[in-house]
């Protein structure tokens, strides 16, 4: 194992990427000679040239579609938006063209593009630049998508991500990069697709998350530990496909459930999933499942509102207490 | 500074053998191009009268009127360079090799279409021959050519990339973002504007204050304008064109002059508050490309009303193949619902959320 940053841990599946495919190239807002604005893309540019490592103009939809357009002639590419925020100006390029492309064509072009970027609240950004975008995404059928929490899980997920056929929205965290693991030393470490992984076992509780809420999740699951409470931690890792056995497992061993995410609760993530474990798991259940999300509301600015904005810890003490019925 | 090429409209009075010399077409070339107009106009009349009985249904928009826009500017251009467009695109699928029976099938919904059915008269996509669609979101398609164009750099190929759009597209933000794109990486484009004039029915010059013409200057990119109605003109430009392209020129526009002689689809007026019957009227009468090609062959000698009936029963008895064709075809099955949603099922995970049986 090699302890390393999340955000090396991305440039790091590039770099091997971009070696084992020559049809992978990476495009973007300051890639190239700026190293990437989060510095994901540090010294690609000169290990790989001005062909493969593409600043492009500040045009989210028109490089978005020439990427989209790259991937259905063959190409391989991985499309960096600034972040999620950005994505909205392009995201007809992602649900109109990449997502329905192989099942307009009766499957003759696939679409094997990649859209990364951070997505989710960074610190007092306000309400455009502090937003999760998943559910945009993960709505429509045709796009895969992906939201990794950890450096390993980062390295093995974007690594996955390029080799899939499908268009992958790969959804990273702002305050992730500087996170640093043990990253598996392996050469060709890939984390499937679809597999969810239990960050923390506990049998009295489940919370189940994805993303940088894992975090959180876990500072939650330390806190009810002193409280003689043991939590499992599921981390989704991918929202489509969904490792839906997991969800089940952990349900039916706990019978307890809280879902936490970074978005806005309304047809969100956690709606659906908690859709589904009443359809699937309904008598295992001895409590509503609870949600905690961010307040459903803009994000605001103030340093005081914007942390009672977000889903914290605490909330989701308070909601297992509830699920327990203490 | 672009350069700005224009070209004007030849007189029909003009001798035919001159002309045709002049433009570099050959009299069986010439032929052809009238062999090719003339299905695509029985084509898409056989659609138009099937949409009338329900065989054919949602969106229908027909390229009558335009055909010397599939004819004359894909004929040119080799089987390996590709044509994307938006969706009045039956005929110039056809022109780039897709069977005229795989398109019928697909407007009627059938198994045997080119996308199996799945897709519909918007949406013809033919792999094989490098038609790349068929898309619906007007100005949608100009960056996917872009990547196209990129393609064909990145890999160091010499093919090109034709990308049709109607004249509303060049007030999208697509279209703009793709032509800077393509002009800073000098990608291998021909960006065409089939300027007809009308955005469904609002007249191009009520949401412009310049000239189509104008429309790529801002980026460098060379303009040129061609008369698309006359067919030998479209040709002999696109083929020049797309040499020049082939041999590193960089992207163009092109606004090609036309005229559609029916409703924006077949859900629409042909007429009405937007433009009057007496301005169609005109147009077809004087603006028609078979018409215009017809009367040069015919003044020439090239063409006889005996050899030119033959001709149309020939395209005639084609259509009414792709149609009996896409009768006979079978309903796309059950199966077909749920395929090619993914290219790759992942090993692990779910895909489908609706609790159906697949």
Redesign the interface.
């Known amino acids: 194992m090699a302890v390393m940053t999340y955000r090396e841990a991305l440039n790091e599946a590039l770099r091997e990427e971009m070696e084992r495919d020559p049809d992978v190239?990476l495009m973007g807002e300051e890639v190239a000679e700026y190293d990437g604005a989060y510095k994901v893309s540090k010294g690609l540019l000169d290990e790989f040239g001005e062909?493969r490592i593409v600043d492009?103009?500040i045009?989210e939809?028109?490089?978005?579609?020439?990427?989209?357009?790259?991937?259905?002639?063959?190409?391989r590419?991985v499309i960096e938006f600034m972040t999620f925020n950005f994505a909205f100006?392009a995201i007809?390029?992602v649900i109109?063209?990449a997502a329905k492309?192989?099942?307009?064509?009766?499957?003759?072009?696939?679409?094997?593009i990649v859209f990364r970027g951070p997505t989710g609240a960074a610190l007092q950004l306000s309400a455009q630049h502090s937003q999760a975008c998943e559910t945009y995404y993960s709505h429509a059928?045709?796009c895969k998508v992906v939201t990794p929490g950890t450096p390993a899980d980062a390295k093995g997920l974007l690594k996955a991500a390029i080799r899939?056929?499908?268009p992958v929205a790969f959804m990273e965290g702002e305050l992730l990069y500087n996170f640093k693991g043990e990253v598996p030393e392996d050469d060709d470490f890939v984390i499937?697709?679809?597999?969810a992984d239990l960050k923390r076992e506990g049998s009295d509780v489940s919370i189940v998350t994805h993303g940088k809420m894992i975090h959180v999740a876990l500072q939650a699951a330390g806190k009810l530990e002193k409280d003689g409470i043991e939590a499992d931690v599921l981390d989704l890792r991918?929202i489509?496909?969904?490792?839906?056995d997991a969800i089940l497992e952990t349900a039916k061993k706990t019978n307890r459930l809280v879902y936490l995410e970074e978005g806005w609760p309304y047809a969100g993530t956690g709606a659906?999933i908690v859709s589904?474990i009443q359809?699937e798991a309904f008598d295992y259940l001895d409590a509503p499942i609870l949600r905690v999300t961010q307040a459903d509301i803009p994000m605001p600015y103030a340093k005081n509102l914007e942390m009672m904005a977000k889903p914290s810890a605490d909330h989701v003490v308070e909601a297992v207490n509830k699920v327990l019925y203490r | 500074m672009a350069q700005t090429k224009e070209k004007k409209a030849k007189k029909n009075s003009k001798k035919a053998g001159s002309l045709l010399e002049e433009v570099g077409i050959s009299e069986e070339l010439a032929l052809d191009l009238l062999r090719d107009m003339l299905l695509y106009r029985r084509f898409e009349e056989k659609a138009e009268e099937a949409y009338a009985i329900g065989k054919i249904g949602g969106f229908c928009h027909l390229h009558i009127g335009q055909e010397a826009g599939a004819a004359g500017c894909i004929k040119p251009l080799r089987s390996d360079d590709y044509v994307m467009s938006a969706y009045r695109e039956h005929t110039q699928a056809i022109a780039k090799g897709v069977p005229p029976r795989a398109v019928m099938a697909e407007l009627y919904g059938r198994a045997d279409g080119s996308s199996g059915g799945k897709g519909g008269s918007m949406h013809i996509f033919d792999a094989e021959h490098r038609f790349m669609g068929g898309h619906g979101i007007v100005g949608g398609q100009v960056p996917l050519a872009t990547g196209i164009g990129w393609k064909i750099k990145y890999r160091e190929e010499d093919t090109v990339c034709v990308v049709f759009m109607g004249d509303a597209a060049v007030n999208q933000g697509a279209f703009h973002e793709s032509l800077n794109m393509a002009a800073i990486w000098n990608l291998p484009v021909i960006y065409v504007v089939e300027n007809n004039e009308y955005g469904m029915g609002t007249a191009f010059s009520r949401v412009s204050t310049t000239e189509m013409v104008k429309k790529s200057c801002a980026h460098g990119i060379p303009a040129h304008v061609v008369n698309g109605q006359d067919v030998l003109e479209t040709y002999a430009s696109f083929r020049d064109l797309a040499e020049e392209v082939r041999n590193g020129a960089g992207p163009q526009f092109v606004d090609l002059q036309t005229y559609r002689f029916r409703g924006h689809s077949m859900s629409d007026p042909v007429s009405g508050t937007y433009r009057s019957t007496e301005e169609v009227d005109r147009a077809k009468k004087e603006q028609d490309p078979i018409a215009l090609l017809r009367d040069i062959l015919m003044k020439e000698d090239l063409l006889d009303s005996d050899a030119l009936d033959e001709m149309d029963g020939e395209a005639r008895t084609m259509a009414q193949d792709a149609a009996d064709f896409a009768d006979a075809s079978p309903k796309p099955d059950r199966e077909a619902l749920y395929r090619n949603v993914w290219a790759e099922e992942n090993e692990h995970g779910r895909l489908f959320f609706d609790g159906r049986d697949r």
Do not use: C, I, W
């Open positions: 190239f062909k492009s103009p045009s939809l028109g490089f978005t579609g020439l990427g989209v357009g790259a991937a259905m002639a063959g190409l590419p100006l007809d390029q109109n063209h492309m192989h099942y307009m064509s009766e499957g003759q072009f696939s679409m094997p059928p045709g899939d056929d499908d499937p697709l679809g597999v991918t489509r496909p969904l490792d839906m659906q589904m359809e």
